[in-house]
Nanobody, 119 residues
Framework: QVRLVESGGGLVQAGGSLDLSCAAS????????MGWYRQAPGKERQMVAL???????RYANSVEGRFTMSADSTKNMMYLQMNALKPEDTAVYYC?????????????WGQGTQVTVSS
């Protein structure tokens, strides 16, 4: 069982920056995929940034160039640096991880942290 705990959400004005953190209860080297998703009110959860096993981070088109995902294996932490925030970035942000094992894969989600961008 993997526990993910996000922190760093809050209220920021449009154009501002916010950093999110995610602490994993296990070594992140044991996680095959890691990333960030978000869910705005009345909308489906969508991928924001995803780090796959090849070490490349994929970003949603809507955040490309503004958001940066990173990970620190020495601290078992994941981060999402968000710059040039827009009101449409307002959502609950979730940390996400996948463990690929045999015979099944496991998905894990954090509890979410609210990000609100005011215009």
């Amino acid at each position: 069982q993997v526990r993910l705990v996000e922190s760093g959400g809050g209220l920021v004005q449009a154009g501002g920056s916010l950093d999110l953190s995610c602490a994993a209860s296990v070594s992140i080297s044991r996680l095959n995929h890691m990333g960030w998703y978000r869910q705005a009110p009345g909308k489906e959860r969508q991928m924001v940034a995803l780090l796959l096993g090849d070490g490349i981070v994929r970003y949603a088109n809507s955040v490309e160039g503004r958001f940066t995902m990173s990970a620190d294996s020495t601290k078992n932490m994941m981060y999402l640096q968000m710059n040039a925030l827009k009101p449409e970035d307002t959502a609950v942000y979730y940390c996400y991880a996948v463990q690929i094992t045999t015979p099944r894969n496991f998905q894990y989600w954090g509890q979410g942290t609210q990000v609100t961008v005011s215009s």
